[in-house]
């Protein structure tokens, strides 16, 4: 999903970098209200298990590979606000540390998997965790759903990109044909990490998991933060 230099226009490029730093200019803003004691040290957990995972590939068939988006599974975690920040930070460092992702890309980067790939996932997983029972057992499957749905979304909203302002000689409709179905199988591995993850620490912490405080009564909050203290 890393988009490298000189793949898409100067044009695209410049307005998608706009528009990504109009997005966490909000992050910022909207993220002021979330941050907290745990918060803070959870969202720069939650940045390094990302890193850690987009540096891990795992092969989808015919030669392809894919990694970890992160995006609903930040989201989930940590809220997504600062799901965005985190995952920004992230590609901050793999661009200009780790040649992953070009510089002049990176507007692009942060717009498909720390806007995109985070709203989807969190939007679904808010959608999806409506109908299942108010347990916390619902919350990794709501969450898996998101991250299942936010990879190929984001794939999409590439080939979008692509035809707008495409570098390379190749039809549109093979872009998103070859893009949509590849990030479909990526999206599979993506929802059982972020299910696995995202049910391990709604097992032992929940009041930790944005996504699973609704779902705490004031006094199991109220007992956990006593048990911390």
Known sequence: ??????????????????VAAGAVAAALRGARHDLDDRTAPMAGLVAVFVFAGQMINFPVGAGTSGHLLGGALAAV???????????????????????????TALGTNVLLMAVVGVWVGYGVFRLFRRPFPQRLSSVGVAAAMGAFVSVPVAAAAFTGLFAVGGQAPIPVGSVLTAMVW??????????????LVVGSVVAVRPDLVH????????RELEIREDVRA
């Open 1 to 18: 999903m890393h988009v490298p230099d000189g793949f898409l226009d100067a044009p695209t490029s410049i307005a998608t970098a706009v």
């Open 77 to 103: 975690l940590v809220g997504p606000w600062l799901a965005t920040l985190s995952i920004t930070v992230v590609l901050l460092v793999q661009a200009f540390l780790f040649a992953d992702g070009g510089v």
């Open 182 to 195: 590849v990030h479909l199988l990526i999206g599979i591995g993506e929802a059982l990490i972020t299910a």
């Open 211 to 218: 996504g699973a405080r609704p779902l705490l009564t004031t």
